[in-house]
């Protein structure tokens, strides 16, 4: 009898907890960079210096992660495609520039990337920004050197939604992608964890739209120590 309450304790804690997480990847923008400042600043710069009328009432934190094109057609739709290609450049070579002082670290970054060093587990970043955009910036980020891996939008031929990122960097980690939590605020992110077959977490602090609960996902936390609960 006390054999089967124990068994039936066990499948009760394994319900609650879950897999074992081994390793952490995170997305960068809006999950461990608040980078909306200097990307919206990028964004205005340029349609003004074109002189380019455009709707600033537009909540465009849910578009931040979709890139500059995805937010200069949120603000203008009605540009042609070289239009769009030329703005996107330019905002880029302005970020580049700029957003090494517009961007900051969310709080609690520093405290989950120590406790995850401290109890040695290994962590990295998936991102779909491209690496001279990450290196313009990722500076901001508390122990970015301590990562293990780093792996952005021009480093391989497909970027996230494909798992193919994560499931690399993964490797990278030495950790098995079911016991691999990937946190993000996208629904790209969301997507290319479930099809890695890893623990999809929403950063629900980051730029979300109001339906993100739709996404496919295996949990939220409304703050990056809310990771504490998945460290069992």
């Not at 002189?51 to 849910?62: A, C, H, M, R, S």
């Not at 990278?172 to 479930?194: Q, S």
């Not at 339906?211 to 990056?224: A, E, R, Y």
Request: proline fraction near 6%; glycine fraction near 6%; hydrophobic fraction near 40%.
């Amino acid at each position: 009898m006390q054999q089967n309450q124990s068994s039936q304790q066990n499948r009760h804690r394994v319900q609650i907890h879950g897999p074992q997480i081994n390793g952490i990847l995170f997305d960068l923008d809006g999950t461990l960079l608040d980078s909306a400042p200097g990307i919206l600043n990028a964004l205005f710069s340029i349609l003004e210096k074109h002189g380019v009328p455009y709707n600033d009432q537009i909540d465009l934190n849910p578009f931040i992660g979709e890139g500059l094109m995805a937010l200069v057609t949120q603000c203008v739709p009605n540009l042609s495609q070289a239009q769009y290609q030329q703005y996107t450049q330019e905002g880029f070579a302005h970020y580049i520039k700029h957003a090494s002082t517009q961007t900051h670290a969310f709080p609690e970054a520093k405290a989950i990337l120590s406790m995850l060093n401290q109890r040695k587990i290994p962590w990295g970043i998936v991102t779909n920004k491209t690496r001279a955009l990450t290196q313009s910036v990722i500076s901001a980020l508390p122990y970015y050197d301590t990562a293990k891996v780093l792996i952005c939008a021009d480093d391989l031929e497909v970027k996230k939604p494909h798992p193919k990122p994560l499931l690399m960097a993964a490797e990278k980690l030495g950790t098995l992608p079911e016991h691999t939590l990937y946190l993000g605020d996208a629904i790209n992110d969301m997507l290319a964890a479930k099809a890695a077959n890893m623990i999809a977490v929403i950063a629900q602090y980051g730029y979300v739209p109001n339906n993100f609960k739709d996404w496919p996902h295996d949990g939220v936390v409304s703050t990056l120590l809310g990771l504490k609960k998945w460290l069992i």
